[in-house]
């Protein structure tokens, strides 16, 4: 062929893609402004809400009469367009609408249009998706009900496949019981506690110790006439779905606005709600760094950087829910083939991110020039500066604190999203996420369970049998419109809470603990408290401090909970084309132990730390977040419930010292030293296993497993364990920022 024809069909190629760009746009846009209008709370007019409910009805049983197999590569036989079912409007049903609106008009296109992306399958597909995670997860009580019922009406009359949850907790490694429910009310009625900051004694928010049991009373009749109504309408026991712990007006209202604003309450999120006050000032930070206009670097760009992070430290999670919005915010799908498909200049962020990762006292002032110099790039406007430099470091530092926290927790994937549903009926497919909307047409290949799992060890360089993949058996419950599985949750530490068997090294590690810190001599926090609790109690009368678990300490059945026996860690995707390959050979984790000592020196708190440095130089190209940052790191450090496993006393326990041990532990581990602390506390507080527990979230959360989760060396419970991780994400962030931004101010 000429020249001239390769230029044909190369503008006839150009042509073609840029037409299913703007259908794919529209697709999404259509959607996403159907379920924009749930994203309301208006108590005075519940109408709003209905009326998009039913607006969003209409627009899928339209794509219901017209798909042919949503899910599946295959066609087989539906039901004919006028086939009689629940689902198919009848001219007297309230969904049918007279007037003819913009939406409509976009659904129409997309209906009867043959070369639209996808076509109807594509699009039911991804309406049933964001259905069932909204059904689920939606703080709304109305909108859960209706697409619960949409749902178990499509299942029931086998209309079309349907995607069921595969896993009902935002955690493989914590029970749905003991996640804050969406709704004030949930099953157990006691007293809210989570950890708080450290001068706040008892919540503010919540009930309070001598809440009546009247009060109790009415809200068990409550929940009996809320169980009563779920019969009559078919609907499962709301605590079954949304969490077994009773949320106050403050976590709830927390749950909405995120939702509000964001359309999606995410699971990283719903177990960073373990902790309501840390809550609010993270998703500022969260916002700041990844959402909001402020800083040189675009947003696109902010979010493929912590794709790349997420990518290397094989966080599946994070990766899937960063490729969604990098989409929907305008990305280039290009980008995400992969390191060598995004911009020069983006490139060399592989080697800061490695270095960052696993070896960050080796970063020297050398690199950082490399990176403001033009010998990096090929051409002119390649190269970085200050500014976007530091806005990257914040990026970078940001992610890989957070890779440790999701790993750490075992977050399990969104429900709308690859591994986060499988489908009843539809065949052997691949069951693609919301996340691949918008991305260019890849065929991930997953023929056979064993290619499935060739394909995650060569991403990830493990091999685990316990890659599950989708079974189109029809499930055996009842519930089997939430899951397809039929396994059992795992009964163990991991997914039984507090309550679980107790291993006996743990618990005498633990009662140790609580002794040193009974005896520690560092009491100035356990005086705020005393002072504290004097002070208020001419306001609230003989209050004494009960340090109480957050629920019965008598045991009650479990929630049947459909759950996969996933280990966490899995990965779907081929990551590494996110990493380059010569630097992820050469650059390897190590510790900054004494070899490394004869090489480089400890980073000295006393010389340059965040909080009287670093904070200034982020606030130079990113006001204000440098000192929300502060406020993040300060509140994380102070957290607490005052007290450690579920001991009831009356005597608090001040776990100060152990959580700083965490944290200088962390830092220590990645050759950072603080001047004033004294390190024989890490040896006395923290046990050789918990000790490695800390090391392995810090260096290769990648490697967590549930094992790990139910072995940290203390008896702890859930939201404990949460803080341990928590504290090791802050402080592994807080490190890698003092190390990148200390060389950019001498820049």
Same mark, same amino acid.
Request: glycine share 6%.
């Given at each position: 062929?000429?020249?001239?024809?390769?230029?044909?069909?190369?503008?006839?190629?150009?042509?073609?893609?840029?037409?299913?760009?703007?259908?794919?746009?529209?697709?999404?846009?259509?959607?996403?402004?159907?379920?924009?209008?749930?994203?309301?709370?208006?108590?005075?007019?519940?109408?709003?809400?209905?009326?998009?409910?039913?607006?969003?009805?209409?627009?899928?049983?339209?794509?219901?009469?017209?798909?042919?197999?949503?899910?599946?590569?295959?066609?087989?036989?539906?039901?004919?367009?006028?086939?009689?079912?629940?689902?198919?409007?009848?001219?007297?049903?309230? #969904?049918?609408?007279?007037?003819?609106?913009? #939406?409509?008009?976009?659904?129409?296109?997309?209906?009867?249009?043959?070369?639209?992306?996808?076509?109807?399958?594509?699009?039911?597909?991804?309406?049933?998706?964001?259905?069932?995670?909204?059904?689920?997860?939606?703080?709304?009580?109305?909108?859960?009900?209706?697409?619960?019922?949409?749902?178990?009406?499509?299942?029931?009359?086998?209309?079309?496949?349907?995607?069921?949850?595969?896993?009902?907790?935002?955690?493989?490694?914590?029970?749905?019981?003991?996640?804050?429910?969406?709704?004030?009310?949930?099953?157990?009625?006691?007293?809210? !506690?989570?950890?708080?900051?450290?001068?706040?004694?008892?919540?503010?928010?919540?009930?309070?110790?001598?809440?009546?049991?009247?009060?109790?009373?009415?809200?068990?009749?409550?929940? !009996?006439?809320?169980?009563?109504?779920?019969?009559?309408?078919?609907?499962?026991?709301?605590?079954?779905?949304?969490?077994?712990?009773?949320?106050?007006?403050?976590?709830?209202?927390?749950?909405?606005?995120?939702?509000?604003?964001?359309?999606?309450?995410?699971?990283?999120?719903?177990?960073?709600?373990?902790?309501?006050?840390?809550?609010?000032?993270?998703?500022?930070?969260?916002?700041?760094?990844?959402?909001?206009?402020?800083?040189?670097?675009?947003?696109?760009?902010?979010?493929?950087?912590?794709?790349?992070?997420?990518?290397?430290?094989?966080?599946?999670?994070? &990766?899937?829910?960063?490729?969604?919005?990098?989409?929907?915010?305008?990305?280039?799908?290009?980008?995400?083939?992969?390191?060598?498909?995004?911009?020069?200049?983006?490139?060399?962020?592989?080697?800061?991110?490695? &270095?960052?990762?696993?070896?960050?006292?080796?970063?020297?002032?050398?690199?950082?020039?490399?990176?403001?110099?033009?010998?990096?790039?090929?051409?002119?406007?390649?190269?970085?500066?200050?500014?976007?430099?530091?806005?990257?470091?914040?990026?970078?530092?940001?992610?890989?604190?957070?890779?440790?926290?999701?790993?750490?927790?075992?977050?399990?994937?969104?429900?709308?999203?690859?591994?986060?549903?499988?489908?009843?009926?539809?065949?052997?497919?691949?069951?693609?996420?919301?996340?691949?909307?918008?991305?260019?047409?890849?065929?991930? &290949?997953?023929?056979?369970?064993?290619?499935?799992?060739?394909?995650?060890?060569?991403?990830?360089?493990?091999?685990?049998?316990?890659?599950?993949?989708?079974?189109?058996?029809?499930?055996?419950?009842?519930?089997?419109?939430?899951?397809?599985?039929?396994? #059992?949750?795992?009964?163990?530490?991991?997914?039984?809470?507090?309550?679980?068997?107790?291993?006996?090294?743990?618990?005498?590690?633990?009662?140790?603990?609580?002794?040193?810190?009974?005896?520690?001599?560092?009491?100035?926090?356990?005086?705020?408290?005393?002072?504290?609790?004097?002070?208020?109690?001419?306001?609230?009368?003989?209050?004494?401090?009960?340090?109480?678990?957050?629920?019965?300490?008598?045991?009650?059945?479990?929630?049947?909970?459909?759950?996969?026996?996933?280990?966490?860690?899995?990965?779907?995707?081929?990551?590494?084309?996110?990493?380059?390959?010569?630097?992820?050979?050469?650059?390897?984790?190590?510790? *900054?132990?004494?070899?490394?000592? !004869?090489?480089?020196?400890?980073?000295?708190?006393?010389?340059?730390?965040?909080?009287?440095?670093?904070?200034?130089?982020?606030?130079? *190209?990113?006001?204000?977040?440098?000192?929300?940052?502060?406020?993040?790191?300060?509140?994380?450090?102070?957290?607490?419930?005052?007290?450690?496993?579920?001991?009831? #006393?009356?005597?608090?326990?001040?776990?100060?010292?152990?959580?700083?041990?965490?944290?200088?532990?962390?830092? !220590?581990?990645?050759?950072?030293?603080?001047?004033?602390?004294?390190?024989?506390?890490?040896?006395?507080?923290?046990?050789?296993?918990?000790?490695?527990?800390?090391?392995?979230?810090?260096?290769?959360?990648?490697?967590?497993?549930?094992?790990?989760?139910?072995?940290?060396?203390?008896?702890?419970?859930?939201?404990?364990?949460?803080?341990?991780?928590?504290?090791?994400?802050?402080?592994?962030?807080?490190?890698?920022?003092?190390?990148?931004?200390?060389?950019?101010?001498?820049?």
């Amino acid at each position: 062929m000429n020249h001239n024809g390769l230029t044909a069909d190369a503008a006839a190629y150009e042509e073609i893609a840029r037409d299913t760009r703007a259908r794919q746009l529209q697709a999404y846009r259509l959607r996403e402004a159907l379920f924009k209008g749930l994203q309301v709370e208006s108590p005075e007019s519940p109408e709003d809400r209905q009326e998009a409910l039913e607006k969003i009805l209409q627009v899928v049983k339209s794509f219901v009469r017209v798909a042919r197999s949503p899910f599946s590569s295959s066609s087989p036989n539906t039901p004919p367009s006028n086939a009689e079912s629940p689902l198919h409007n009848k001219p007297d049903t309230p #969904t049918n609408t007279t007037h003819f609106d913009l #939406t409509e008009l976009a659904t129409h296109q997309l209906l009867h249009d043959e070369d639209a992306v996808g076509g109807a399958d594509e699009q039911l597909q991804y309406f049933l998706l964001t259905m069932l995670r909204l059904s689920l997860t939606c703080p709304f009580k109305d909108v859960r009900h209706t697409f619960k019922h949409f749902l178990q009406t499509l299942k029931a009359n086998g209309i079309t496949p349907t995607p069921q949850a595969r896993h009902l907790s935002p955690s493989y490694f914590i029970h749905l019981d003991d996640i804050f429910s969406l709704e004030t009310k949930a099953s157990r009625y006691t007293t809210v !506690q989570y950890p708080r900051p450290g001068n706040i004694s008892y919540s503010p928010w919540s009930a309070d110790e001598n809440t009546s049991n009247d009060t109790v009373e009415e809200g068990r009749k409550e929940e !009996q006439d809320e169980q009563e109504d779920c019969a009559k309408t078919g609907s499962p026991e709301e605590a079954s779905t949304t969490g077994g712990r009773a949320a106050d007006e403050y976590v709830r209202q927390m749950l909405v606005k995120t939702y509000i604003d964001e359309g999606r309450l995410a699971n990283v999120f719903r177990v960073i709600a373990f902790f309501p006050t840390y809550y609010e000032i993270y998703h500022t930070t969260y916002s700041k760094t990844i959402k909001s206009s402020i800083g040189p670097l675009p947003r696109v760009w902010r979010i493929y950087l912590a794709i790349l992070v997420a990518a290397q430290q094989r966080c599946q999670y994070l &990766v899937s829910l960063l490729k969604l919005e990098f989409l929907h915010v305008g990305g280039d799908p290009a980008w995400l083939k992969g390191l060598a498909y995004c911009p020069p200049k983006l490139r060399p962020m592989s080697r800061l991110i490695l &270095v960052l990762a696993r070896q960050p006292w080796r970063l020297s002032e050398d690199d950082i020039r490399a990176l403001m110099s033009n010998t990096v790039g090929s051409a002119l406007g390649e190269s970085w500066s200050k500014g976007e430099l530091v806005q990257a470091v914040v990026v970078i530092a940001t992610f890989l604190g957070l890779s440790s926290f999701v790993l750490g927790c075992g977050i399990a994937p969104e429900l709308d999203m690859c591994g986060g549903f499988s489908v009843t009926g539809g065949g052997k497919s691949e069951n693609k996420g919301v996340e691949h909307e918008l991305d260019t047409r890849t065929t991930m &290949v997953r023929a056979t369970e064993d290619a499935a799992r060739a394909a995650a060890s060569h991403a990830t360089g493990w091999y685990d049998s316990n890659i599950a993949m989708d079974n189109d058996d029809d499930p055996a419950s009842d519930d089997a419109w939430i899951a397809t599985d039929d396994t #059992t949750p795992p009964d163990d530490d991991s997914t039984r809470g507090q309550h679980s068997p107790i291993n006996q090294d743990d618990f005498e590690q633990t009662t140790e603990l609580i002794s040193k810190l009974k005896l520690s001599k560092d009491s100035d926090l356990k005086q705020e408290l005393l002072e504290s609790l004097e002070g208020g109690e001419a306001d609230t009368g003989q209050r004494k401090l009960s340090i109480k678990t957050s629920r019965s300490v008598i045991e009650r059945p479990r929630s049947p909970v459909a759950t996969r026996s996933l280990d966490g860690g899995v990965v779907y995707d081929d990551l590494s084309r996110y990493v380059d390959p010569v630097l992820d050979e050469s650059i390897e984790i190590k510790d *900054f132990d004494d070899e490394e000592r !004869q090489h480089y020196e400890e980073f000295m708190l006393g010389d340059y730390c965040y909080e009287d440095h670093g904070y200034e130089l982020v606030n130079q *190209f990113l006001p204000d977040l440098g000192e929300d940052l502060v406020e993040e790191f300060d509140e994380a450090q102070s957290i607490t419930d005052w007290s450690i496993f579920h001991q009831v #006393t009356e005597a608090a326990v001040d776990t100060s010292p152990l959580r700083y041990a965490i944290w200088y532990r962390v830092q !220590q581990i990645l050759g950072i030293v603080k001047d004033d602390y004294n390190y024989d506390d890490i040896s006395r507080y923290l046990s050789r296993r918990t000790s490695e527990y800390i090391k392995k979230v810090c260096q290769q959360p990648d490697a967590i497993r549930r094992t790990d989760w139910s072995n940290i060396g203390l008896s702890l419970r859930p939201e404990e364990k949460c803080h341990v991780n928590l504290l090791v994400a802050s402080a592994r962030k807080q490190a890698l920022l003092c190390y990148g931004l200390s060389i950019l101010a001498t820049l």
